[in-house]
């Protein structure tokens, strides 16, 4: 976002979003994470790949419950890639986006009460240590980063099928053809891009490409807490926000700012009269009006006003 985005109004928006009722039954679906009760969760552990999540508490379903946060998008890396520097870096590529509102004590700060509850929840349950999940600060701000990677490891997801990326996220086929033959792109590394409008006053949702999302839009992050081994030893946990979908809200402001014009004033030039140095070198005596030069000047440099 550029520096005529409107930080105040974007977020004043962003609290309404925040804060109102579900407008169709698919919202109905994902909670909301700035009103959940963590201990309406448990754990449940994952063969493939080899990892911990949540579920309804007291259900017999292994069904990974989905959570859903709304922010300025502040910071992204999405589809589509074109090209890397480093080949061997495609398989740990990122889907991301970093969240963030910059109004104090918003309901988007209750976020963070919830992530707390939900890790202590994980910690408590799992026999190891379980780092929470990260954040970042942007512009004094703190955010969100949720993110999911394009590819899996095969040796942790063998019983899983190839399934493909698809001409959203990946256009060109450049993902496709730089896949390392140990990774593959699995169904837990999905992410649905959408964006929302209104059809006969009904909020419906509706396919959007990933480079449609800039920063400063208001968007809804669909995402799940994954617990992963860390290290070698596994004796380490890590508590990710793994995206499962993004969805574009409203892009007023950030498309506002783009259309404002910078209002610095006109500043009147002051007009004084030019001097400048300029460095001479002498080093031929000969070329020299002796007459003109003292001796002490030779081979020196001086200055004369132009």
């Known amino acids: ?26 919202e109905d679906s994902v909670q909301r994470l700035w009103d959940i009760r963590a201990d309406a969760f448990e754990t449940f552990a994952v063969s493939e ?7 309804d508490a007291g259900s017999t379903e292994a069904e990974e419950v989905t959570f859903r946060v709304r922010g300025i998008l502040c910071q992204k890396l999405l589809p589509p890639i074109f090209q890397v520097r480093n080949i061997n870096s495609v398989a740990f590529l990122r889907q991301t986006v970093q969240l ?4 104090p004590g918003s309901h988007f700060e209750k976020y963070y009460e919830s992530m707390a509850g939900v890790t202590k929840v994980l910690q408590d349950s799992i026999p190891a240590k379980v780092h929470p999940p990260a954040t970042q600060q942007y512009e004094g701000q703190k955010s969100l980063v949720i993110s999911n990677p394009y590819f899996s490891r095969r040796r942790h997801t063998s019983g899983m099928e190839s399934i493909p990326l698809g001409d959203v ?6 993902l ?9 792109h699995t169904m837990d590394n999905q992410v649905v891009y ?3 409008h209104l059809e006969n006053e009904t909020v419906k949702f509706k396919t ?4 449609g999302f800039e920063n400063g839009d208001i968007v809804e992050a669909q995402f799940s807490f994954v617990v992963f081994p ?9 508590i990710r926000m793994c995206l499962r979908a993004l969805v574009l809200l409203d892009d007023t402001f950030r498309r506002a700012s783009l259309m404002t014009k910078p209002t610095y004033g006109q500043v009147k030039p002051t007009v004084v009269a030019l001097k400048r140095k300029v460095v001479y070198s002498y080093r031929d005596d000969e070329e020299m009006d002796a007459e003109s030069l003292s001796g002490r000047m030779e081979g020196k440099r001086f200055c004369i006003d132009e």
């Open 1 to 26: 976002m550029n520096t005529f985005y409107d930080k105040s109004g974007a977020s004043a928006l962003l609290e309404r979003r925040i804060t109102e009722a579900s407008r169709s039954r698919s």
């Open 49 to 55: 790949p080899p990892s911990y999540r949540l579920k």
């Open 100 to 103: 963030v509102s910059f109004m």
């Open 169 to 174: 996220v990946d256009p060109t086929g450049y």
């Open 176 to 184: 496709s053809r730089s896949q390392p033959q140990n990774f593959h």
């Open 194 to 196: 959408l964006k929302e």
């Open 208 to 211: 959007q490409r990933p480079e």
């Open 230 to 238: 860390t290290g070698k030893t596994g004796d380490e946990f890590q």
